[in-house]
């Protein structure tokens, strides 16, 4: 009897060892299971956000969790460039001044000095190439000749078509001296008269004389001539004992007197 009771006692024992072992068991599975859910949710599992407000102690409010979208993969633009054409700035134009260079002495070769100019006035004498040009004064002959301009020497004592015109070798007639004894005074330079009515006469140099003072005074220089003939006078030498005696007859004529 204590046999049977001994072993029915040892029988609830397993009994109970295999029905704790049983929900043991299966409360491992439910926390396994539970564990697994929290770190696996699925779609149908909601997930409790630890933010949201509870409306109660007991009932906690589950947010879903909203599933994780891989964006598709935009496609890079493609960036074309784009160019501007920016004008370069045009200079504005500046004015340099730079200073001219000096130029170097050139040896030019000694030249005559050009004649006057020619200004007409009426009754009056031009021999272009020596630079004379001026109007004659009459004057009665063996009356003092004054210092400037060109003197008819020939009231009462001068012959027929003779034009006998004086003027010092300091004044009006200074180029004939000088251009005597360097050479530019030469047979063949033109010169004009214009009488006292406006008449121009167109005259050359046909001789050229370089006298004692005794010869000049001797007559020939103021004589009469067979033709229209301008004789000019002036003095020479260191003390004026020459004279200088230019003979010129119209253009086209040929002088037959001395």
Same mark, same amino acid.
Request: with cysteine; charged share 10%; proline share 11%.
């Given at each position: ?6 072993? !029915? %006692?040892?029988? &609830?024992?397993?009994?109970?060892? &295999? ?34 407000? =509870? ?39 500046? =004015? ?23 200004? !007409? ?20 002959? *063996? ?20 034009? =006998? ?13 000088? *251009? ?17 009515? *406006? ?13 004692? !003072?005794?010869?000049?005074?001797? %007559? ?16 020479? *030498? ?21």
């Amino acid at each position: 009897m204590s046999t049977i009771h001994f072993c !029915r %006692g040892r029988q &609830r024992g397993r009994r109970l060892a &295999r029905y704790g072992l049983v929900v043991m068991t299966i409360a491992i599975v439910a926390a396994l299971v539970l564990t697994a859910t929290h770190l696996f949710p699925t779609s149908s599992t909601p997930i409790v956000s630890p933010t949201a407000t =509870l409306q109660s102690t007991s009932t906690p409010i589950a947010t879903p969790l909203s599933p994780t979208l891989t964006p598709e993969p935009v496609p890079s633009a493609t960036l074309t460039p784009v160019v501007t054409l920016t004008p370069e700035p045009v200079p504005s134009p500046t =004015l340099t001044l730079v200073a001219a260079p000096t130029p170097r002495p050139t040896l030019a070769p000694t030249l005559k000095p050009s004649p006057k100019p020619v200004v !007409r006035v009426p009754y009056s004498f031009t021999l272009p190439a020596l630079g004379i040009s001026g109007p004659i004064g009459d004057l009665k002959c *063996g009356n003092v000749l004054p210092n400037l301009n060109i003197w008819y020497w020939g009231s009462g004592c001068v012959g027929d078509n003779n034009l =006998l015109l004086l003027s010092h070798n300091s004044g009006a007639f200074k180029p004939i001296h000088d *251009g005597y004894h360097s050479g530019a005074l030469k047979i063949g330079l033109a010169a004009t008269y214009e009488d006292k009515a *406006g008449t121009v006469h167109q005259y050359v140099i046909s001789k050229i004389y370089d006298v004692t !003072r005794a010869d000049s005074n001797s %007559g020939w220089v103021w004589a009469a001539t067979s033709g229209p003939v301008i004789t000019l006078v002036t003095c020479d *030498g260191t003390n004026n004992q020459l004279r200088i005696i230019v003979r010129l007859t119209p253009v086209g004529t040929t002088v037959v007197d001395s």
